[in-house]
Every structure is written in structure tokens, then in C-alpha cells.
């Protein structure tokens, strides 16, 4: 009999544990990352320097790049500076935008890229996409998965709360992105991925239901296997479907409508989910959301982010242009300016009560 199976595009080594740091240079020093100790790390000018100074040491044959912000071309000139090193492969060491300008330019140059993220802000650490800002406002980019993935909740506690709790918000969305897949599916047959799907969804489910806290390892833990899990799955779909439904076209729509006050992706992402699952019917969903947001000092209502009733309206109403093509709640129901007004009355009152 034949044996029917699939490859899936994965990270060959994920360390994530209280002091994964410390054991780095044993990562890197794997036969499929790197033979010679050749690497280019790319840091941020400010907190990177002091994890240089602590790792520079036991990476003796590392040459270390300063990324100046996250944009294309931040990108493009990393790569660029990286193309004559012969090196054996890139290392992203820091928060998102770090790691997503070492993906395009480590897919740029043809080299693996081993993530070592600082942060858990949101599900981008290890997935196939690179998010980068470009003159017509932010792009995304495909380049390969991670070859390895390094998460220490000792660095990850020091960075700032916010970080954390906007990762959640970002993994919570994962179930509003899925019921919007199933959705797609039913209504224009829109081909889904069961495995992709069922990856995400737990993921989102695991962070939801978990009853820690942000300062507990067992609940880090959690929550940064759910965002590495996130990442594979968008890597099995081929797109980031499993994880990007009406919850991130409303945050789209936020950083478009209204670049200079947007809050942090994972933040407008859980806000977005919450809705969604409103519009939807999904009213015990959509409160166990908002609990959970509310438990970890998420926002549940725009005003929580600094946002009028009548902004996030014109967010949800022109959140589908920002993703043309893709069937969710909001394209299904196709709401007028003063239906998403009602909706979003009722959700509030819901919500306050």
C-alpha cells in the first residue's frame, strides 16, 4: 500500500524555556544551521547591544548588524551589507521588526534565519511572512520559515508587559480567523486547510483558556508555543488565512485610517476578534474574549485605545478593502454605515454589562 504524506515546512530546532539564551551557541553550532560558526546577527541599536556583549563571547565567528527600524528598505540594506559575508546563516535577534528585516534578508541572500525573539507581541517570530513598512504604507513579504526558533522567558519577562499582552490578543484572534475560514468555506467554497486550521485554532484556544497570568512561566510557555504554532500553520496553508480574518482587517484598517495613533497590532487584533465574534452570533464566544482580554489588560472597546464610537466604525466599514479578496464576517454580512453602528451598540452594551 502507498503511504500518503505531506512535508511540512518547519523550524528544525524550537527551544523555548526559562535561560534557552544561555544554550544559543549549542543551537547555532548544529550541522544544519551552521558548520563553520559563521553568522550574521542582526540587532537593534538599543537593547540589542547588551545582548551582544553577553553572546559575542561564545559566537567568537559572528559579525553583528545594527537594523536602524523596520521598513523595506531597512531590509534591503541589511541584506545588502550580509551578501559578501559567506556566512552560514542569519540570526534575528530581538523583538518583530528585527526579526521580520532578518527573514527578507536572509531569504534575500539565500541563508536560513534562526529566530531568537525578545518579545512575544505577536505571531510573526515564525511564520512565512515578513511585515515591513514601504512608501505605500506596509507590506507583506513571503520568505521562508524559520530554521530554528529560541524563546527565553527570562529575557522575554524583562521586556515590556505591553509586548506580552498584545501577543495574546494576536493569538486569542486566531479562533475569529478560523470561524471566518469555515465560513469562506460554506459560503464560496474556498478551499480549507484542516490542519492548518485545527493548529491555529488551538493554539488561540490554549492562550484563551489558560488560566495564568503574564508574569508566570507555565502561561508564557503557553502562549509562545501558540504564536510558534500560529507561524507553522500559516506555513501549511500556504497564506496567513488560519490566522488573519476580519479581526486583522479591522487592524489594518486602524493603522491605514489612522497611522500616527494606532495601538499595538495584537491589542487592535483581540479588540477586532471580540467583535467579529459578535457580529457572527458567536455571543459566549465573544464574552469568554472579552474576559480573557479584560483579565490581562487587553482593550475590549475602542475608547480603551484612545478611539471614538464613530472612528472604529469607519475602521469596520472600510476594514474589507484592506484585504481584497478575503471572505470574513464583514464581507458576508456587508453592513452600511449605520448597521455597523447598531452592531457596535449592541456589542458595547454587551459588553459593559
Known sequence: ?????????????????????????????????SSSGKLAVAISGGSGAVLRERLAPALPGASWYEVGGGTLDDAIRLADAMKS????????????K???CAKFAAARIGKPLVA??????????????????????RGSYGVPNPIAVVIDLDVIRQAPVRYIRSGIGDAISNISS?????????????AIDGLAAAMARQAGEAVLRHPGGVGDDGFLQVLAEGLVLTGISMSVAGDSRPASGACHEINHAFDLLYPKRAAPHGEQCGLGAAFAMHLRGAREESALMVEALRRHGLPVLPADIG???????????????????????????????????DAYADYAETVSR
Not at 511564520?127 to 504604507?137: I, K, M, Q, R
Not at 466604525?313 to 448597521?339: C, K, M, N, W
Open 307 to 341: 478611539f471614538t464610537e464613530d472612528e472604529f466604525v469607519r475602521a469596520v466599514e472600510f476594514a474589507p478593502r484592506t484585504r481584497p479578496g478575503r471572505y470574513t464576517i464583514l464581507e458576508h454580512l456587508d453592513l452600511s454605515t449605520d448597521q455597523i453602528r
Open 98 to 100: 528585527i526579526i521580520d
Open 178 to 190: 478560523v470561524a471566518d475560514w469555515e465560513l469562506s468555506n460554506r459560503v464560496t467554497g474556498e
Open 116 to 137: 531568537v525573539a525578545t518579545n512575544l507581541s505577536h505571531d510573526g517570530l515564525c511564520s512565512p511572512v515578513a511585515t515591513l513598512d514601504n512608501d505605500a504604507g
Open 1 to 33: 500500500m502507498p503511504v500518503l504524506t505531506r512535508l511540512i515546512p518547519s523550524p528544525v530546532v524550537v527551544d523555548i524555556r526559562a535561560g534557552a539564551l544561555n544554550d544559543l551557541a549549542s543551537v547555532l553550532a548544529d550541522q544544519r544551521i
Open 85 to 96: 559575508g559567506h556566512y552560514d546563516a542569519v540570526v534575528g535577534l530581538g523583538g518583530g
